[in-house]
């Protein structure tokens, strides 16, 4: 019974200029008409991950995995990421050479 509600959304863009500032500020507004009448509203003016608004050492692992597992399988996306972490004090990327695992 799904279909019911979707007549009753629409995507509309009037008033708002974010699309304006596009690629500067990415930004996002939603506006949620309820039956009732109750209006919920959020602006979200920046993606998570941009430099306004960075993602913390978890997400960043959690994004890398979700990208490399398919790649380099499970073990080489753990080496990898320890070794990433650890960049610094590697020195260079000679041990990306050997990943797949």
Do not use: C, T, Y
């Not at 430099?51 to 073990?75: C, H, R, T, W, Y």
Request: charge should be positive; hydrophobic fraction near 40%.
């Amino acid at each position: 019974m799904a279909q019911r509600g979707v007549p009753k959304i629409g995507v509309m863009g009037q008033g708002w200029r974010g699309p304006r500032r596009f690629p500067r500020q990415r930004a996002a507004r939603l506006r949620v008409e309820l039956k009732g009448g109750k209006v919920l509203e959020h602006f979200q003016p920046h993606r998570v991950g941009d430099p306004d608004l960075p993602l913390s050492d978890e997400q960043l692992d959690a994004k890398f995995n979700e990208l490399a597992i398919p790649v380099i399988g499970e073990a080489g996306a753990a080496r990898l990421l320890a070794s990433l972490w650890s960049l610094e004090r590697e020195g260079d990327l000679a041990f990306a050479s050997n990943l797949r695992g």
